[in-house]
């Protein structure tokens, strides 16, 4: 039998997961990822530690699987999109990594917005200007650091940094690239006059040559055998982002479904044969199968909310009763039930949709309030964050779903996926997996080496549905009120922000 491994860069964590071409999880590795943030809205990390943390973690996958790594068959990444990460001409990276939560160019976008730029850039792009995609801080680093963008060789995305870093060939994967505003979708090419637009002529020559998901991209390398425990020459392919990723993973090939993941970010997707052009979704690119698109509505307000809340207010109380943080978190939840609280929060700590500035919030809260019902809203609030989205999803459809495919952390705590179906008001399904993200990457490392024709064929062989939740008509008005509650604490605040500046 043959295996093929995906390694899973995401906001937080690095993982490594070998997989059989079956599908069937075999070993697995998995590190949190530092993180710093020298000034309020920037998030970076170290790259050469990141690079390290990778080689650590399929060291360990390989070691501890007990298969002979000359039976793996093909490597390859899934990623968080958005975010930086430069290559200098020194062979070094040019500076930290930036990750996709960071809002430093959040003013860059403003201008655009002012100057009429972004409008103009959507008639190419088919997307709105995000302040953590790579034009807007590329932007912003030309203005702030113009040393950094001379020494800069390559501009890359997560995983297309770590595989240059496993097999020494830059390259520049589709999915990835394609929710840059830097690719043309209409020709699913760099587009120069983009760029001029954008005011960013000079990086024309950074960027790398483009290649879709389950393309042969090099091999790994003899350093990179060294520090990994992998064969040299093992065949390496492109790639995806995280969100096409977690999409093909859950056996999304058609209209037919919703995609919602929640991790870090909150992604909510579908596929279609066209873009949504007329501006009410934010964001189109170009998904793993080529004959579709992926609409997606998008912001960085998911369940890193939850493990924000967990890390600052429940280490101690898990210790004491013995138990891992998030079954801790999981159980004091589940104390309170749709109706034991009134609490708004607002699920901003990395920004909002529309604004980056936007910062999380506790609303109506007294003297009685308790730890599991602010627990109970962090959980409720990051569902109606994903709402506010899927609903824009909905409204660009001509036919609603028959369901949703749910992804993430959220899956590990039934209670909280149930809160998605009866919020939604849609069925639920999940998938039988724990690392989605890496099985999408394995996908298409199994269609590079030759084990499937393509991801449709891959998706039929190596996916496995777990279980359908249904949504709780009890629970439908309840949550109807909460969710009303929930956008008049949001708009109320809207204003907020900016006189805040985010600081």
């Keep these: 039998m043959g295996y093929v491994l995906g ?19 075999v070993a697995s590795a998995k590190r949190q990822t530092a993180m710093s943030t020298p000034r309020p809205g920037f998030t970076e990390r170290d790259m050469e530690e990141l690079w390290a943390m990778n080689c650590q973690v399929i060291r360990e996958t390989v070691a501890s699987s007990g298969v002979d790594p000359a039976d793996i068959l093909g490597v390859s990444f ?16 040019a500076r930290p990594g930036i990750v996709s939560t960071d809002s430093r160019a959040q003013q860059v976008v403003e201008d655009w917005q002012r100057q009429g730029v972004t409008e103009k850039a959507f008639a190419r792009t088919c997307q709105s200007v995000l302040p953590s995609q790579p034009v807007a801080l590329l932007k912003w680093i030309k203005e702030n650091e113009p ?9 890359f995305g997560v995983k297309d940094y770590i595989r240059f870093r496993m097999t020494g060939e830059a390259r520049g994967e589709i999915t990835d690239l394609s929710g840059s505003s830097l690719v043309n979708l209409r020709t699913a090419a760099y587009d120069p006059a983009l760029l001029t637009l954008f005011g960013l002529e000079e ?18 390398t003899a350093e990179c055998a060294q520090l990994t425990g992998l064969k040299a020459g093992t065949p390496v392919a492109a790639g995806l982002f995280d969100i096409d990723a977690c999409a093909i993973g859950m056996d999304v090939e058609d209209e037919s479904c919703l995609a919602v993941i929640a991790g870090t970010w909150s992604i909510n997707e579908y596929i279609a044969r066209q873009p949504v052009l007329d501006g009410t979704v934010k964001m189109n690119s170009l998904y793993c199968l080529r004959d579709y698109y992926l609409v997606e509505e998008c912001s960085p307000t998911s369940a890193s909310n939850q493990e ?19 079954e801790a978190a999981n159980a004091l939840m589940a104390q309170v039930g749709p109706q034991g609280q009134r609490l708004v929060y607002l699920p901003y700590l990395y920004g909002s949709r529309d604004d980056g500035r936007a910062r999380g919030a506790f609303v109506g809260m007294d003297a009685s309030t308790t730890r599991e019902q602010m627990l109970r809203a962090v959980y409720e609030s990051v569902v109606f964050g994903h709402k506010l989205h899927v609903d824009k999803l909905l409204a ?8 949703v495919r749910l992804a993430g952390g959220v899956v590990n705590c039934p209670l909280w996926v149930q809160m998605f179906a009866d919020i939604l008001e849609l069925p639920v399904v999940t ?15 199994a269609v590079a080496a030759g084990a499937y024709s393509d991801l449709r064929q891959a998706a039929q062989a190596m996916v496995l549905p777990d279980r359908t939740y249904q949504p709780d008509p009890r629970h439908r008005q309840l949550y109807r009120d909460k969710y009303a509650q929930f956008l008049a604490v949001d708009k109320a605040l809207s204003g907020v922000w900016a006189q805040l500046g985010g600081e």
């Design 7 to 25: 390694l899973d860069n995401g906001g937080t964590s690095t993982k490594a997961v070998l997989f059989d071409t079956s599908g069937r999880q």
């Design 78 to 93: 899934s990623g968080h999109g958005k975010g930086l990460y430069l290559w200098g001409k020194d062979g070094k990276p």
């Design 147 to 155: 040393q950094v963008l001379d020494n800069t060789r390559w501009v």
């Design 203 to 220: 990086i024309q020559d950074k960027l790398p040559p483009l290649c879709y998901s389950s393309e042969f991209c090099g091999q790994v």
């Design 308 to 326: 924000w809340f967990v890390n600052a207010f429940l280490r101690e109380y898990a210790q004491a009763q013995g138990q891992g943080l998030y």
């Design 396 to 403: 660009s459809r001509a036919q609603p779903p028959q369901a």
């Design 431 to 445: 998938i039988d997996v724990k690392e989605l993200g890496a099985l999408g990457a394995a996908m298409t490392a």
